[in-house]
């Protein structure tokens, strides 16, 4: 992906159908298998986005992505 694009998903992605719907489908998934955890990997980041999801069922998420600028907006 292009280091430009990233501010520009950041922006669309709260209300994207793609990405409402990916939110959706990661939320319900982990509301049906997954327990408490300690710490949740998010592998692919992005614009971390699917922080508020993945938060409450672990302590701690971290976020690894290969585009520092989709990093930088995660923060």
Known sequence: MEQHSHSEIASLEQSNWWYATRRSI?????????????????VGCGVGSNYVG???HARRVIGLDIAQDALDNTR
């Open 54 to 56: 993945i938060k409450p």
């Open 26 to 42: 990661l939320k319900s998934l982990l509301a049906r298998y997954a327990g408490p955890s300690d710490t949740a990997l998010d």
